[in-house]
């Protein structure tokens, strides 16, 4: 599985962008999405997590009630909606995929396929 993710960029406080993370290859559809992300100088953490199913969702406390994620499974598309951006939600965003279902999703460690990474940066 490859991933490809896009949609950061510069962005000023209060305001939205949605970030798309496409995948290739087969059993997108069962894979555990997740978004995380590492600021300059810290360490990277955990952003948002999605199901293969798509009903089950967790996130970040920092970030509940402005971050939402989706996917579309017929696109093998996750999508992460950031409202209300804050500056210190500027950092590297990055998605990533976890084949087993039962794995913590919030510890980088268990992901198995990472994409590229996309830059948001939220001035204030």
């Known amino acids: 599985v490859q991933l490809q993710a896009s949609g950061g960029g510069l962005v000023q406080a209060g305001g939205s962008l949605r970030l798309s993370c496409a995948a290739s290859?087969?059993?997108?559809?069962?894979?555990?999405m997740g978004w995380f992300r590492q600021a300059p100088g810290k360490e990277r953490e955990f952003v948002a997590a999605?199901?293969?199913?798509?009903?089950?969702?967790y996130y970040l406390d920092s970030v509940k009630g402005r971050f939402t994620i989706s996917r579309d499974n017929a696109k093998n598309t996750v999508y992460l909606q950031m409202n209300s951006l804050k500056p210190e939600d500027t950092a590297v965003y990055y998605c990533?995929?976890?084949?087993?279902?039962?794995?913590?999703?919030?510890?980088?460690?268990?992901?198995?396929?990472w994409g590229q990474g996309t830059l948001v940066t939220v001035s204030s």
């Open positions: 990533a995929a976890i084949w087993s279902s039962l794995a913590d999703y919030r510890l980088s460690s268990n992901y198995n396929y």
């Open positions: 290859g087969r059993g997108f559809s069962s894979y555990t």
């Open positions: 999605l199901r293969g199913s798509g009903t089950n969702t």
